[in-house]
């Protein structure tokens, strides 16, 4: 049981060189969250998805797309890296509504 | 919108000590509070919610936090402190209705115990 799983762990890009993050979660739950998280910010939501086929911005949606392509995957696009991008991300699925949200490892993500 | 302030940037406590992470919030209606600790290179980990009922909720490890509706706090709490709790610590609320339901975190407070 992995629980969430991200793909890859690094990733070094040169700016308006795009990517795809990976994100897959055995747990059947229903929504899952792409967070990302910068020093002295906290976590801040990029988007998120209630359900399969559903999406919506959070935060900080600019940059980002975001595909749930099925219950298992949401995976998060950067189209034109840019440094400002430079950042951890996590993914983050959750069943129920007020029960814990579980978390990947996270995405270490620099943009040069 | 829903939020949450985490005051401070880092405690400091010594191994044996009682330990506070503040945490207030601000919501319109019931608050649903939560927080998560982070190690080093790893994800957010749950460590315990308030939904409804006691004021005084237990959690994982031995941490328990307060709900305080007239501060409008959920201070983190543990009574005796471990090295191995040095962390960083995220308090959250739920944000939304209906099946649109988001975490909103706070910016996060770096516990170090030191021996």
């Known amino acids: 049981n992995a629980g969430v799983t991200q793909t890859p762990k690094f990733q070094v890009l040169k700016t308006g060189q795009s990517m795809t993050l990976q994100c897959a979660q055995d747990?059947?739950?229903?929504?899952m969250y792409w967070y990302r998280q910068d020093p002295g910010m906290g976590l801040r939501l990029i988007y998120y998805?209630?359900?399969?086929?559903?999406?919506d911005k959070g935060e900080v949606p600019n940059g980002y797309n975001v595909s749930r392509l099925n219950k298992r995957e949401f995976s998060l696009r950067l189209e034109s890296a840019a440094p400002s991008q430079t950042s951890v991300y996590f993914c983050?699925?959750?069943?129920?509504?007020?029960?814990?949200?579980?978390f990947g490892q996270g995405t270490r993500l620099t943009v040069v | 919108a829903q939020s949450v302030a985490q005051p401070e940037d880092q405690v400091n406590v010594a191994e044996g000590n009682p330990l506070t992470v503040k945490c207030t919030y601000s919501?319109?209606?019931?608050?649903?509070l939560f927080w998560y600790v982070q190690y080093p290179n790893r994800g957010l980990q749950f460590l315990l919610k308030?939904?409804?009922?006691?004021?005084l909720v237990k959690g994982s490890y031995g941490f328990e936090a307060e709900f305080n509706k007239s501060q409008t706090s959920f201070h983190l709490k543990k009574p005796s402190a471990l090295v191995s709790d040095s962390a960083l610590y995220f308090c959250?609320?739920?944000?939304?209705?209906?099946?649109?339901?988001?975490?909103?975190f706070g910016t996060g407070t770096r516990l170090l115990v030191s021996p």
């Open positions: 983050a699925t959750e069943g129920r509504v007020n029960t814990e949200a579980f």
């Open positions: 747990m059947n739950h229903n929504s």
């Open positions: 998805s209630a359900s399969e086929g559903t999406t």
């Open positions: 919501v319109s209606g019931n608050p649903y």
């Open positions: 308030y939904i409804t009922g006691d004021n």
């Open positions: 959250a609320v739920r944000d939304g209705v209906g099946s649109f339901q988001k975490l909103v």
